[in-house]
C-alpha cells in the first residue's frame, strides 16, 4: 500500500477562479472611476474649494464642531453611566425614571430636541426662583447652550444601554464577590464591574463619539456656528454652494479619520489584559 502511494502521481491543487468575485470587483472599480471622473469634469471650481479650506470662518467652524462633540459626549457619558445604574436598581421609582428617561429621548428626532430646547423661552419666559433671582430664558438658551443640553441629553438615552451592556457582560459572581467582603453595590460597580466592562463598553462609545461629530451639523439649524453652519454663511454671500459643501465634507472626513485612529488606540488600551491573556494561552497549548 506504501508503494502504490509513494508511486502515484503527486495531486494537482485546483484554485477556485472565482469569476463572480473578479468581476464584482471590477464593476466597483469602473462605478468609482465613473464618480471621480463626473466630480472631476463637472463644472465645480476646485480652486475656490482650495481657497476655503483653511480660511477663518471654516476653521472657527471646525473648532465650534470639536468642542460640541467633546461637550455633548461627555454630558452623554456621564447621563449614561447614571441611568444605567438607575434602571438596575432594585428600586422601582429609580428604575422606572431611568426606563422613563431612556424611551422619551430616544424615541423623539434629535432635529426635533433641538428646536424644542433653542424655543424653550416660549413655554418658560424666565427661568430661576423668583423675580429677584431670575434670568430670562432667550438669554440663557443661546445656540450653544440648546445644542449642548439637546445632543448630550438624547446621547445619554443611547449610552445608558450601552453601559447597561457592558456590566451585565460582567459575570454576577464579580458583585457576589464584592459584597462578601462588605462593599455597596455603588462602590463594587464603580471599583470593579466598570472597569473590566469598559472592554465592552469603549468600542460603542467610539462610535457613538464618532456619529455625534456628525450628528453636530443638526445645530447648524438653530444658528450654532459649527462647520455647516459657518459655510452655510459664505455661499449666501457668494453662491458657490457645491464648492463650500465640498469643503465642510472634507473636515468632516479629516475629523472622521483622526477619531477612528484614536477609537483603536483606545480600544487597545482597554484590551490589554484580555489580549495578552489569549496570547499566554496560545503559548501554553503550544508548548
Known amino acids: 500500500m506504501t508503494k502504490l502511494l509513494a508511486s502515484a502521481p503527486p495531486l494537482e491543487v485546483v484554485h477556485s477562479r472565482k469569476l463572480g468575485t473578479k468581476l464584482l470587483a ?151 464577590a464584592a459584597a462578601s467582603i462588605g462593599m455597596t453595590r455603588l462602590r463594587a460597580l464603580w471599583r470593579i464591574v466598570l472597569p473590566q466592562a469598559m472592554r465592552v463598553i469603549v468600542p460603542p462609545i467610539g462610535n457613538e463619539t464618532i456619529g455625534m461629530i456628525k450628528l453636530t451639523s443638526l445645530a447648524s439649524v438653530i444658528q450654532y456656528s459649527e462647520i455647516l453652519r459657518r459655510v452655510q454663511e459664505v455661499y449666501y454671500v457668494n453662491s458657490r454652494v457645491i464648492e463650500l459643501l465640498i469643503v465642510a465634507a472634507f473636515w468632516y472626513m479629516v475629523l472622521v479619520t483622526l477619531f477612528s485612529v484614536a477609537q483603536v488606540y483606545i480600544e487597545r488600551y482597554f484590551s490589554q489584559g484580555w489580549g495578552g491573556a489569549a496570547r499566554v494561552v496560545s503559548t501554553e497549548a503550544a508548548a
Open 26 to 176: 471590477a464593476v466597483c472599480i469602473l462605478l468609482v472611476l465613473l464618480v471621480v471622473r463626473a466630480f472631476w469634469m463637472g463644472q465645480i471650481d476646485w480652486a475656490v474649494v482650495g481657497s476655503y479650506l483653511f480660511s477663518r470662518p471654516v476653521l472657527v467652524g471646525l473648532v465650534s464642531t470639536i468642542v460640541m462633540t467633546f461637550a455633548a459626549m461627555g454630558l452623554g457619558i456621564v447621563l449614561g453611566v447614571g441611568a444605567a445604574v438607575m434602571r438596575m436598581s432594585e428600586n422601582k421609582v429609580i428604575r422606572s425614571i431611568a426606563i422613563g428617561y431612556i424611551w422619551l429621548f430616544r424615541g423623539v428626532p434629535a432635529l426635533l430636541q433641538l428646536l424644542l430646547w433653542f424655543n424653550l423661552a416660549l413655554i418658560f419666559p424666565t427661568i430661576g426662583f423668583s423675580e429677584a433671582y431670575s434670568l430670562r430664558t432667550v438669554d440663557v438658551m443661546t445656540p450653544f447652550v440648546a445644542a449642548f443640553l439637546g445632543l448630550g441629553i438624547q446621547q445619554g438615552a443611547y449610552t445608558a444601554e450601552v453601559v447597561r451592556a457592558g456590566i451585565l457582560s460582567i459575570d454576577k459572581g464579580q458583585m457576589e
